[in-house]
């Protein structure tokens, strides 16, 4: 669990700084529509990733332990199996490959 939060510390403010940049960018507009709109924006991204994807939801999975991932066996076998990882390559049997045949 500490491993993962590590990990997505860094990739949840990459993503936050960006949006908040943008965000940010539309502030110095004279269009008085725009200013609060990209004000609440980037002010909502900030607390957003501060507060609630570094703080929040680690705890609460920290909290739920193994059974935050728990997924109902109906469920399971309705979803589609999907091996992005490429693990059912690795554990497929090798297939020889076949000589050609020769065409005279």
Known sequence: ?????????????AVAL????????????DDALIKPIA????VGVAIDACAVRMTLVP?????AGRH????????????????VEGTSLREAPEVEPKEPERVC
């Open 1 to 13: 669990m500490i491993d993962g939060a590590g990990y997505s510390v860094q990739v949840v403010t």
């Open 18 to 29: 960006i949006m908040f940049t943008v965000f940010a960018g539309f502030f110095p507009l």
């Open 39 to 42: 004000f609440a924006l980037a």
């Open 59 to 63: 705890a609460v999975l920290a909290l």
């Open 68 to 83: 935050a991932w728990w997924l109902p066996a109906w469920l399971g076998r309705v979803l589609p199996d999907l091996d």
